[in-house]
């Protein structure tokens, strides 16, 4: 039976809810809250992570309380540096700030870190001690845990996989650079993929484009991970050039981290093998000494929207 001594509670929050959960020792969400994200952000995005972390605590007391967040985190796991999403939270001392309003112990984490340690301990990468995880949404968000712990790297900032440049004076991206991974093998990458399919192939394009309103712009990821389960030959395109560049990459990353597994996590699993295959096949054709070069398995996440929330409460009892 679980008890205080081993409950903790985990908040993740996005660009439109904050969502908290009291959790187990086996990373089983006992009860959950959930806030809308407020549009200003700042001391009013604190106000409201707080009003949920005491709602939990006052249902289930505990000691610990984990935050993950989109951004950089300081290496002490107390400060967001930067959130490009977020505003008024630049510099932002978030732990002094909870546990000020909570009089609890706050842990921050980047919400990725989170994702792939709650992935590691609870969901899909259960038993493996070399991993690593992408996060295929808007962007490409990533974690790594080596030798069965988180890697955070010098500054708290390691694993920012979406913005690896592959591809020189490429894409411009949100980052400022040009030619990053996210360009290429996100979640917006697979609607651009989709809007060129289109113009390359027009008259093959009214199944797709009747499941919106029409038009390109009516589109939507779930539009087209639809049609791709029904075959249809636009959409199919779409994944398999995401899949083809998501493949390249990892495979880059491969010989970097040498991980035994690969989790891809993120809106965009939502298609499952209509995105894992290419990725697969790709991986083996990009992989630096093909044949010589150990293969990971590389397979969809587990927890779903759960994962941050379970994998940084679990950090924050550590």
Not at 96 to 122: H, M, P
Not at 157 to 169: I, K, S
Not at 196 to 224: C, Q, W
Not at 262 to 275: C, F, K, N, P, S
Request: charged letters at 20%.
């Amino acid at each position: 039976m679980s008890t205080s001594e081993n409950l903790s509670i985990g908040v993740d929050v996005g660009g439109t809810k904050v969502l908290g959960g009291v959790v187990d020792e086996n990373g089983k969400i006992l009860y959950s809250s959930r806030r809308d994200t407020p549009k200003e952000g700042g001391s009013a995005l604190t106000q409201t992570i707080a009003d949920v972390v005491i709602e939990l605590h006052t249902k289930h007391p505990v000691k610990s309380v984990g935050i993950s967040a989109a951004g950089f985190v300081s290496s002490d796991r107390q400060t967001m540096l930067a959130t490009p999403n977020i505003s008024g939270w630049n510099g932002v001392n978030l732990d002094q700030e909870l546990s000020a309003l909570t009089g609890l112990d706050v842990d921050i984490e980047n919400d990725a870190n989170a994702a792939a340690w709650g992935e590691a301990k609870y969901g899909s990468g259960r038993g493996e001690d070399h991993l690593m995880m992408l996060t295929i949404g808007t962007g490409i968000g990533g974690g790594i845990v080596v030798n069965g712990g988180l890697y955070r790297g010098a500054f708290g900032t390691a694993a920012e996989f979406g913005h690896l440049r592959v591809l020189p004076e490429g894409h411009l991206c949100g980052c400022g650079a040009r030619g990053c991974f996210e360009q290429y093998a996100s979640g917006n990458a697979l609607m651009r993929h989709a809007r060129e399919a289109i113009s390359a192939s027009p008259d093959m394009a009214f199944n797709l484009l009747a499941r919106g309103d029409g038009t390109v712009n009516g589109l939507t990821g779930k539009h087209i991970t639809e049609a791709a389960r029904e075959e249809d030959p636009i959409a199919l395109a779409a994944f398999n050039t995401t899949g083809q560049w998501l493949g390249a990459g990892i495979a880059s990353l491969c010989v970097l981290l040498d991980p035994a597994c690969v989790i891809i996590g993120g809106g965009v699993i939502d298609a499952g093998e209509i995105l894992l295959a290419p990725t697969r096949s790709a991986v083996e054709r990009y992989m630096p000494f093909y044949g010589k070069h150990p293969m990971p398995r590389i397979i969809a996440a587990e927890l779903g929207n759960d994962a941050g929330l379970i994998g940084v409460a679990d950090l924050a009892r550590r």
